[in-house]
């Protein structure tokens, strides 16, 4: 079974958007962005372990891991012109899966990262969140406003939920981006939430130096999460708005 979901599948696109989810999240939050994607624009979005379409496999600790593992994954969708999308943990995915594919000779057109820090911030970025108790975790992923406090009536889920959030943000902190690494070639969009205690506006900037091509930033009203819900389609319309203007979507 792919770990991808599909949701509106194109077979010849103009351009593959290859997308990886947040720390504690799915490929199905992402789901609404394919209503305000071009007609020829395909959208594919990677289940990391412990979710999803890989809900029965354990979650893995190690960004290492999760690295190789996505590179794997994604090989069966280079056959188009691409591009690749993450927020939070998934913009560590999205930069390191391009610097990867970078290196087999199959960059991408551009990445998309969001509402997270560049990887020059790591060390103070680290906060040893899965060291904390079940409902200080909680209280501290519900803040962030991802997550409908209502899954708090379904114990069995919250326990699920922190049992893979706990994986993911050990893994985020694993996380040690070598000082003498190659930078991207390919243009990178940066975007954010203004009110993201999680990723200052200046920690976003700084993903200027993980490329020697174009860099360009958005930043939206809100937090954390400052797309999800009725501004998903209008970040989504920005998105493409903004590639299109910076000529970066194949002929």
Known sequence: MTP???????????????????????????????????????????????????????????????IDLAVADVQPWLDA?????????????????????????????????????????????SRGLHELEDDELLAELLALGGTPDRIREVPGFV???????????????SYR?????????CPILAFGGMGDAWAPLDMVLAWEEETS???HTRFFPGGHFYFLGEPFAGFTRQLVSDARELELVPA
């Open 81 to 125: 012109p691409f591009a690749v999308f993450g927020h939070s943990l998934g913009a560590i995915l999205a930069v390191e899966v391009s610097r990867r594919l970078q290196a087999s000779g199959n960059a991408p057109s551009f990445v998309v990262v969001s509402g997270r820090a560049a990887p020059a911030y790591q060390a103070q970025v």
């Open 213 to 215: 091509g174009d860099f």
């Open 4 to 66: 991808f979901v599909r949701p509106r599948p194109v077979e010849k696109p103009r351009l593959r958007l290859i997308g990886f989810h947040h720390a504690g999240g799915s490929a199905s939050v992402y789901y609404p962005m394919s209503r305000a994607l071009p007609e020829d624009w395909d959208l594919v979005l990677l289940d990391l372990p412990g979710r999803g379409k890989r809900h029965g496999q354990q979650p893995l600790h190690d960004m290492e891991e999760l």
């Open 177 to 185: 981006p070598s000082a003498g690494r190659e930078p991207l070639g």
């Open 159 to 173: 326990e699920r939920f922190l049992r893979i959030s706990r994986a993911d943000l050990k893994a985020v902190d």
